[in-house]
């Protein structure tokens, strides 16, 4: 079962900032969605979304190229160019790679949504997508660790942390330098108030891919949140 909840009560080591480090980095993977799995027991778990041209346009550029969205762009049966991260991609084994492009489709639907289930029915359905490819895909496809860490922002987004923490490190054991895995499991122990451990995240990532601007940043945004309640409790009273 999902948790339905989340703790209230304030860190004794954070004090007062939790909130305001919750909302730093636990951004990162939008408002979470909270509700019960068995909800959407039943739905189809893969296929073509019918996206609009629209929402195309929001699919990385790669996706674009695929054959099943260029029929749906109608540019009739017109070659397209080869690009070549598809190329890349399709030639490393992945399977049915435009299921993973719907899958962001729907993710973005998902988060368009105001109302909890319908939410939770366009995450579900990306799931189901990512599924789709992974299932098919050998270890040699080269999207496995973005695969893994996209079905973990999609299960935070519904509240199943557990899940979530246990995708992101999998993504990790297959890319180790994939810095959107680790600030992803970052967020989630922020969620649950799991300071230490999103510290540990970051450091880990930024000991495994040093350059990672994007780990620095998180890194020292954190540390600075987390020492703030510290300085502010030795700060002598005003007027002293």
Same mark, same amino acid.
């Given at each position: ?33 909270l509700a019960q799995a068995h909800e959407f027991e039943g739905l189809p778990k ?61 993710e973005v639907r998902g988060n368009r949504e105001s109302e909890y289930r319908a939410?939770?029915?366009?995450y579900y359905y990306a799931i189901g997508n990512i599924d789709y490819t992974l ?14 860490? %996209?079905?973990?922002?999609? *299960? !935070?987004? /519904? ?6 923490? #246990?995708? =992101?490190?999998? +993504?990790?054991?297959?890319?180790? %330098?994939?810095?959107?895995? *680790? !600030?992803? /499991? ?6 649950? #108030?799991? =300071?230490?451990? +999103? ?42």
């Amino acid at each position: 079962m999902i948790a339905a909840t989340r703790p209230t009560h304030p860190s004794p080591r954070f004090g007062t900032s939790r909130g305001v480090l919750a909302a730093a980095l636990g951004a990162l993977l939008g408002t979470a969605w909270l509700a019960q799995a068995h909800e959407f027991e039943g739905l189809p778990k893969e296929g073509d979304p019918g996206p609009q041209k629209h929402e195309l346009a929001l699919l990385p550029e790669w996706c674009l190229y695929h054959p099943s969205v260029n029929r749906i762009l109608k540019r009739g049966d017109r070659s397209l160019p080869h690009h070549p991260l598809l190329d890349r991609i399709v030639g490393s084994g992945c399977h049915a790679i435009q299921h993973y492009c719907w899958a962001l489709v729907q993710e973005v639907r998902g988060n368009r949504e105001s109302e909890y289930r319908a939410r939770g029915k366009q995450y579900y359905y990306a799931i189901g997508n990512i599924d789709y490819t992974l299932d098919g895909s050998p270890d040699s496809c080269i999207l496995m660790a973005v695969m893994h860490a %996209k079905k973990g922002n999609l *299960y !935070s987004k /519904l509240g199943d942390h557990k899940k979530a923490v #246990e995708l =992101y490190r999998q +993504a990790i054991a297959r890319d180790p %330098k994939y810095e959107l895995a *680790y !600030s992803g /499991l970052c967020a989630v122990y922020l969620r649950q #108030e799991q =300071y230490d451990e +999103a510290l540990q995240a970051l450091r880990a990532g930024l000991a495994a891919n040093p350059k990672s601007l994007l780990l620095k940043k998180h890194l020292a945004d954190l540390e600075a949140r987390r020492a703030t309640p510290q300085q502010n409790a030795d700060a002598p009273p005003a007027g002293d």
